[in-house]
């Protein structure tokens, strides 16, 4: 089990590498050119910053069990998709039974711009 986080302008990266170092468990942080990052304690990789680029290797990384960080719906999804956990920067929990309402709800949200 690792956690992976969506790190681009995440407020919570302190706080996640805070308790996976008290429990042990390896941290990857992933962020775009734009945010690079720099860690004592976790991995950070650091893609193009083409769209949505830190959004499909993270999930290219997930792996079941792993947990995943984000704020994004999309990538919460892919990584339930793959078995892995889901929470938001929030503290919500990403499952199956909430992800498709959520989704949804983005989609209207969008259209209505």
């Known amino acids: 089990m690792q956690i992976l986080v969506d790190a681009d302008a995440c407020p919570v990266v302190g706080i996640v590498e805070e308790i ?12 775009d050119t734009n945010h690079v990052l720099y860690s004592d304690y976790s991995e950070v990789i650091v893609v193009g910053a083409g769209a949505d680029a830190v959004d ?6 997930c792996q079941k069990g792993d947990i995943v960080v984000s704020q ?7 990584a339930l998709g793959k078995g892995a956990f889901a929470i938001h920067q929030s503290g919500k929990w990403y499952t199956d039974e909430n992800i498709d309402q959520m989704l949804w709800q983005k989609c209207n949200d969008l259209f209505r711009k």
């Open 56 to 61: 499909y290797k993270l999930s290219s990384l």
């Open 72 to 78: 994004d719906y999309g990538v919460a999804a892919m």
């Open 20 to 31: 996976a170092e008290k429990y042990n468990i390896p941290v990857t942080l992933l962020c």
